[in-house]
């Protein structure tokens, strides 16, 4: 086992948090003046990883942390006699292999397959179709077309969504429109690597399975999320200029063309940490032989 000294790792856990308190600032003080926000709120909202969660520093298994006795107290750490903190991997195991398992398997599975660019982010679209006021998750921002144009624009596409969690999300008059079913039973087999809210989940995934994966690593997949996220919005239906977000109109061909671009260059930035990621389960499991 790599022991870090306590100068050393302290230092980077301080980094760490400034970079979270940095990325994390707008958030924070919304809450305390009570401010929405329908696009940066997501990540904080959806996956409820709060930011003093994230802020929390863990180098992953097979590194101990020199003078770092506090962590007896931290979920998943051992403390030997010298004030040596480390991940209790086995006990980790125990407790948490099976969800290990499953995320490994759909990270390779998806690593396998090619990305798929047709969707042009409708899902957010097919979550307003024919929706009365109350239904319209950012109701306090106008569409962009209006309802009737939007409806429009979900009418003359082909809806073609992979992911289980956005899907679920369709109104009724949308979802049987969605060229596939996805499932919670059928994800290992279904998701796929353009998809973005499949890039975003891997911050879910992180987080989920921390201490154990290096909060160097969860901050990068946040990042990831984050940039995917403005994306999305972007191509969604409302109108956010307000906010300074300039639209992807995928409703148009030149749209279509700048969110494909900047779907490709996402799955790129996905699928690498994706295999960080898998590399860093399996360190998981090597540490625990």
């Known amino acids: 086992m790599e022991v870090l000294a306590e100068q050393v790792w302290r230092g ?9 308190a940095q990325v994390s600032a707008d958030r924070v003080e919304r809450r305390v003046s009570g401010r929405t926000h329908p696009v940066d709120d997501f990540l904080w909202e959806y996956y409820a990883f709060r930011p003093a969660q994230l802020a929390r520093w863990h180098p992953g298994p097979g590194v101990g942390l020199e003078g770092a006795a506090e962590r007896a107290s931290w979920g998943s750490y051992l403390v030997d006699g010298s004030g040596t903190a480390y991940l209790d991997v086995p006990g980790f195991l125990a407790r948490r292999g099976r969800t290990v398992e499953f995320v490994r398997s759909l990270l390779t ?11 042009f982010g409708l899902h957010e679209w097919a979550m ?8 319209v998750r950012h109701g306090g921002w106008p569409l962009r077309l209006g309802r009737a144009g939007t409806d429009e624009v979900v009418e003359s596409h082909t809806l073609a969504c992979s992911h289980v969690d ?10 049987p429109r969605n060229t596939l079913t996805p499932t919670r039973e059928g994800q290992l087999a279904g998701e796929q690597p353009g998809c973005l809210h499949a890039g ?10 921390a201490p154990a994966v290096p909060s160097d690593l969860t901050l990068q997949a946040f990042r990831l999320a984050r940039d995917v996220r403005e994306l999305d919005m972007r191509a969604a239906p409302y109108d956010l200029r307000g906010l300074g977000y300039t639209p992807v109109r995928i409703e148009t061909a030149e749209g279509k063309a700048e ?9 790129q930035r996905s699928n690498a940490l994706r295999r960080e990621l898998v590399a860093a389960l399996d360190g998981l499991a090597q540490t625990s032989r």
């Open 200 to 209: 975003m989940d891997l911050y879910k995934w992180c987080f989920k399975l």
């Open 128 to 135: 307003v179709y024919r929706a009365d006021d109350q239904e």
């Open 12 to 20: 980077r856990a301080a980094a760490h948090a400034a970079a979270v």
């Open 259 to 267: 969110y494909v671009e900047a779907q490709r260059a996402f799955t």
């Open 166 to 175: 956005a899907y679920r999300f369709f109104t009724p008059d949308a979802a």
């Open 109 to 119: 599975a998806t690593l396998a397959r090619p990305g798929r660019f047709g969707c």
